[in-house]
């Protein structure tokens, strides 16, 4: 069976390159000429762990190619797959300018019957909107087309592991078809019994906003515990923990930090709390997580202020600049922010990132701003040292080479990777979050 998969970001290509791995043909298309040109030179234009690897077997087996002619590709697929990008419009809604674009483009593109896969993450609605104009015009050549929505869960920087073991696969429609068509693509799934949830376009298209909602709202219920855990001198990582071993609670996503980042809680809580608001169904948990996360931020340079006295004129070495580890990715990183005010605030900043200088560069700039090669060249006279996401080459640095070269001792672990008591033994200053006053 040929598949078809528009859009080569991190959904889109991690899916197609899962696909082919399942055996299946699969051409990912893209209307960026230029990441097309690279892709089949093989350069991935994103760090993701194992993808590059895992597109380069598939090509060379001849299951998996690329090309940004969308319409040769779709007459060719019995499936095509949606996962062009539906980013923030500035308003705190999804952009679904390209989404319309693909729908309209595959209207006038299709010559047969056809089974569209949504992986975007659309506002509840969108799916039938997409059945709605391709079926229009579908109708019009005397062509059936059906949609399916397949949301997405796999996380950046666990990607492969994601899609090839996913806790559960989604899939909302309303046509029996194009169910089994796609049920039988994730066929290889049955075999690891993951579960799979059959339901209605709308549905799956909520299941996706209230997972991520639920999952941020974790995060920002443990960052309030742990602000609450300085005041009163109480440990949240013991809080967590505890919490955690209730069954009913789960001891995931109660790790405490700046605040959560990344390419889809910020914009899946805006969207969410959006559409309560439009439908006069407030979400107000989803709200009030929202304005939790936006403080966090700021109460994280707050932190790194008090320790400092001022920032004006003070240096400060920053270590991770990603939303997270092992993406180059800084969309909606804390980083961002956090980076932003110290400069307004007067502050040097020295910044290193394994992964994230390269896309950090465009979302902030600065006179003050420079960037390192490793995390003892950003220590290096800093005042102050603020880890700010939890790489691994972050986590077992050198810390008494580090203590010589840092002018101050003074460290702000704002992802609590190390242990406080050690660090105090070392002659340091350490203040993390939630662990005490
Ligand atoms: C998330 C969802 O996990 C995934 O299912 C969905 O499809 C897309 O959004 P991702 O954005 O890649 O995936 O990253 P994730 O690992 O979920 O982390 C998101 C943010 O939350 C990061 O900024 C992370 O640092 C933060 N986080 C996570 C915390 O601050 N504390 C935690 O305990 C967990």
Redesign the pocket.
């Known amino acids: 069976m040929h598949i078809t998969v528009i859009g080569t970001g991190y959904v889109g290509l991690v899916s197609g390159a899962g696909l082919a791995d399942f055996g299946l043909q699969v051409i990912c298309v893209d209307q960026d000429k230029d990441k097309i040109k690279r892709l089949k030179k093989g350069e991935i234009p994103f760090y993701e762990p194992g993808l590059e690897e895992l597109v380069a077997k598939n090509v060379k087996n001849g299951r998996l190619s690329f090309t940004t002619d969308m319409k040769t590709s779709v007459r060719q697929s019995l499936v095509i797959f949606i996962a062009v990008g539906t980013p923030d419009d500035g308003q705190g809604q999804p952009d679904l300018s390209q989404v319309e674009a693909v729908a309209r483009e595959l209207a006038e593109a299709i010559d047969d019957y056809k089974v569209i896969v949504i992986k975007s993450t659309v506002p509840v609605g969108t799916n039938r909107w997409i059945k709605e104009v391709i079926s229009a015009a579908g109708g019009k050549k005397g062509i059936k087309v059906d949609v399916v929505s397949n949301p997405?869960?796999?996380?950046?920087?666990a990607a492969i592991e994601d899609f090839m073991r996913p806790n559960r696969v989604v899939l909302g429609s309303d046509s029996a078809e194009a169910l089994a068509v796609v049920k039988d693509i994730y066929r290889p799934l049955y075999l690891i019994e993951t579960p799979f949830v059959i339901t209605g376009m709308e549905t799956a298209e909520l299941i996706k906003y209230a997972?991520?909602a639920f999952?941020a709202t974790?995060?920002s219920f443990?960052n309030e515990v742990a602000n609450l855990c300085e005041k009163v001198g109480a440990d949240v990582h013991h809080v967590a923990r505890a919490m955690g071993l209730d069954g009913r609670i789960g001891p995931?996503?109660?790790?405490p930090?700046p605040?959560?980042?990344?390419?889809?809680?910020p914009k899946d809580t805006l969207a969410l709390a959006h559409l309560g608001r439009k439908l006069g169904s407030p979400l107000s948990i989803v709200e009030a997580v929202i304005e939790v996360n936006r403080r966090q931020r700021a109460r994280m340079v707050n932190k790194i202020e008090t320790a400092l006295g001022s920032l004006k004129g003070k240096t400060v070495g920053v270590l991770g600049l990603t939303?997270?580890p092992n993406t180059s990715d800084v969309r909606e990183s804390p980083a961002i922010d956090i980076v932003r005010i110290l400069l307004e605030k007067g502050a040097k900043v020295k910044a290193y990132d394994p992964a994230g200088v390269d896309e950090f560069k465009k979302a902030v700039t600065g006179r003050n701003l420079s960037f390192c090669q490793d995390a003892y060249e950003a220590a290096k006279g800093a005042d102050a040292l603020v880890f700010l996401t939890e790489w691994n080459e972050l986590r077992n640095l050198d810390l008494k080479k580090l203590r010589k070269i840092i002018a101050q001792p003074l460290i702000l672990d704002l992802r609590n990777i190390y242990d406080s008591g050690k660090m105090r033994e070392l002659g340091y200053t350490y203040i993390g979050v939630g662990r005490g006053i």
Do not use: A, M, V
């Not at 995931?252 to 790790?255: A, I, Q, R, S, V």
């Open positions: 997405e869960f796999l996380r950046e920087g997972s991520n999952l974790k995060i443990i995931k996503f109660l790790h930090g605040g959560y980042g990344g390419s889809c809680f939303f997270k």
